[in-house]
């Protein structure tokens, strides 16, 4: 069972940046891919991007390309950067690990709880 950990949320004010990290329990954590959700709320789980098992393939939401950066090494963390926040980015942001599948998809094996991050002015 692989247990994540995210960390690095908080106020952001208008405009700002912030570097989100997800820390496993495992060391074989390389072989998994790696993505990133968040959810407002009253809202769905909706994808934010995800980086897969060797770092070839970064797909990300309209919403956040042009102002995201998400890295990995092959320990056990992964990072998710957002530069120029919005409000309507106020969310909880997950993290989640699969070892196969789409990394797209939402049916990851194992998610973080989960790290909040409020953007306001």
């Known amino acids: 069972q692989v247990q994540l950990v995210e960390s690095g949320g908080g106020w952001v004010q208008t405009g700002g940046s912030l570097r989100l990290s997800c820390t496993a329990s495992?060391?074989?954590?390389?072989?998994?891919?790696m993505g990133w959700f968040r959810q407002a709320p009253g809202k769905d789980r909706e994808f934010v991007a995800a980086?897969?098992?060797?770092?070839?393939?970064t797909p990300a939401a309209d919403f956040v390309r042009g102002r995201l950066d998400i890295s990995r090494d092959y320990a056990n963390t992964a990072s998710l950067a957002i530069s120029d926040l919005k409000p309507e980015d106020t969310a909880t942001y997950y993290c989640a690990a699969r070892r196969t599948g789409n990394i797209v998809d939402y049916d990851y094996e194992y998610w973080g709880l989960g790290t909040q991050v409020t953007v306001s002015s």
């Open positions: 980086i897969s098992e060797y770092g070839h393939d």
């Open positions: 495992e060391r074989t954590f390389g072989t998994y891919a």
